[in-house]
């Protein structure tokens, strides 16, 4: 392992520090015979994808080369933790592999049978939930992942895929394991219900309502919006528009508002993280435009906070401290003035090893 050294602004404090790297972890206190990587820089901690599936691809599980790249495209724009909101395939091997960034995994989707997009999701009777939660929260690493709410084509609209009191049920078995739960909402249903039955995060969050919105901010739930996908409704919603009108209304009203919903949840005071929703149809190493449209929410600090520091510490990783895992971001401008530089990063150092630049 290489002992480096390297000078610029740490941030989020943005005070101009020397910074060593010995045995992967990080230190204040000079080290002999460091070699200099960088000065004149700005430097973060690794940056978090706090909604991103390695593994997954348009049609389900991708094979072992193809979840490498995802990782690389991930490492390489900045991304050295991962929450993975499910993904088909047994990604464990990327834990061996110290060039690839940490993964935190939400083990597989869980859905009911043709109520989310084919091959991605473990498809069970809500009978079967609680068993089938647990069993997720054993594979996975301290999440796990529903699917709230999804076009029901026999109603012709969104709602919930799972009776509240059964929903409640398996929220409950889930923390009793120490585990976490988080859903995929779109609409004011289910993300009513799941935040009642005391979920611990909500993904795209489009429905919730004021009332919604007051709960989480006092229960600590998380949100996750994924504004660049946020953006795909008017996709979805033509795609469904001939057989499904009402669903196409709703999915464009809940894009049409999706800045003020946000907004008011901003306001509130819920915690709201960065999420790509890479995988699947989107593409990996997005983190730069998704920071540029939480900007839109609540400025350059709040969006930095959410890729970066404030995401690590929701995630229990820690940020540059005496001691933590040197797992960092050098960027070429202040990424507090200038955004944009986050598309450009100057060097990534990853378990205390530069991997990309
Ligand atoms: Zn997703």
């Given at each position: 392992?290489?002992t480096?050294?390297?000078?610029?602004?740490?941030?989020?404090?943005?005070?101009?520090?020397?910074?060593?790297?010995?045995?992967?972890?990080?230190?204040?206190?000079?080290?002999?015979?460091?070699?200099?990587?960088?000065?004149?820089?700005?430097?973060?901690?690794?940056?978090?994808?706090?909604?991103?599936?390695?593994?997954?691809?348009?049609?389900?599980?991708?094979?072992?080369?193809?979840?490498?790249?995802?990782?690389?495209?991930?490492?390489?724009?900045?991304v050295?933790?991962?929450?993975?909101?499910?993904?088909?395939?047994?990604?464990?091997?990327?834990?061996?592999?110290?060039?690839?960034?940490?993964?935190?995994?939400?083990?597989?989707h869980?859905?009911?049978?043709?109520?989310?997009?084919?091959?991605?999701?473990?498809?069970?009777?809500?009978s079967e939930?609680?068993e089938e939660?647990?069993r997720?929260?054993?594979?996975?690493?301290g999440?796990?992942?529903l699917v709230?709410?999804?076009?029901?084509r026999e109603?012709g609209?969104?709602a919930p895929?799972?009776p509240a009191?059964?929903?409640?049920?398996?929220?409950?078995?889930?923390?009793?394991?120490?585990?976490?739960?988080t859903?995929h909402c779109?609409?004011?249903?289910?993300?009513?219900?799941?935040?009642?039955?005391?979920?611990?995060?909500?993904?795209?969050?489009?429905?919730?309502?004021?009332?919604?919105?007051?709960?989480?901010?006092?229960?600590?739930?998380?949100?996750?919006?994924?504004m660049?996908?946020?953006v795909?409704?008017?996709?979805?919603?033509?795609?469904?528009?001939?057989?499904?009108?009402?669903?196409?209304?709703?999915?464009?009203?809940l894009?049409?508002r999706?800045?003020d919903?946000l907004?008011?949840?901003?306001e509130a005071?819920?915690?709201?993280?960065?999420?790509?929703?890479a995988?699947?149809?989107?593409?990996?190493g997005?983190?730069?435009q998704?920071?540029q449209m939480?900007?839109?929410?609540?400025?350059?600090?709040?969006?930095?906070?959410?890729?970066?520091?404030?995401?690590?510490?929701?995630?229990g990783?820690?940020?540059?401290?005496?001691?933590?895992?040197?797992d960092?971001?050098?960027?070429?401008v202040?990424?507090?003035?200038?955004?944009?530089?986050?598309?450009?990063?100057?060097?990534?150092?990853?378990?205390?090893?530069p991997?990309?630049?």
């Open positions: 392992m290489g480096w050294h390297l000078n610029g602004v740490v941030l989020p404090d943005g005070e101009r520090r020397d910074l060593w790297i010995h045995d992967g972890v990080i230190t204040f206190e000079p080290v002999a015979g460091a070699q200099t990587l960088t000065t004149g820089v700005w430097i973060t901690p690794g940056l978090v994808d706090a909604h991103c599936h390695i593994g997954l691809g348009a049609s389900g599980a991708v094979d072992h080369a193809t979840a490498e790249a995802q990782a690389i495209i991930d490492r390489n724009s900045g050295l933790l991962v929450r993975d909101a499910g993904a088909p395939a047994d990604t464990h091997w990327i834990d061996e592999r110290a060039d690839l960034p940490r993964i935190i995994r939400a083990g597989r869980i859905a009911r049978p043709k109520r989310y997009i084919r091959n991605f999701a473990i498809e069970i009777d809500p939930m609680v939660v647990s997720q929260a054993h594979s996975g690493d999440w796990v992942k709230g709410d999804w076009i029901d109603v609209d969104l895929l799972w009191e059964i929903a409640k049920q398996a929220i409950d078995a889930v923390h009793a394991v120490g585990a976490r739960v859903a779109f609409a004011e249903q289910s993300v009513a219900e799941l935040v009642a039955a005391g979920i611990d995060c909500i993904e795209h969050g489009t429905g919730m309502s004021d009332e919604v919105i007051e709960m989480m901010a006092a229960n600590d739930v998380a949100l996750v919006p994924t660049t996908n946020l795909n409704f008017p996709k979805f919603a033509a795609a469904g528009a001939e057989r499904f009108p009402t669903y196409a209304a709703h999915m464009r009203d894009h049409a999706r800045l919903t907004g008011r949840a901003r005071g819920v915690q709201i993280y960065c999420g790509t929703d995988g699947g149809t989107l593409g990996h997005r983190v730069a998704e920071a939480l900007a839109e929410l609540g400025g350059n600090d709040f969006a930095l906070g959410a890729i970066g520091w404030d995401a690590r510490t929701w995630l990783a820690q940020n540059l401290v005496e001691g933590a895992p040197a960092l971001v050098c960027w070429f202040d990424p507090r003035q200038e955004l944009s530089t986050l598309h450009d990063p100057a060097l990534v150092v990853l378990r205390g090893e991997v990309s630049r």
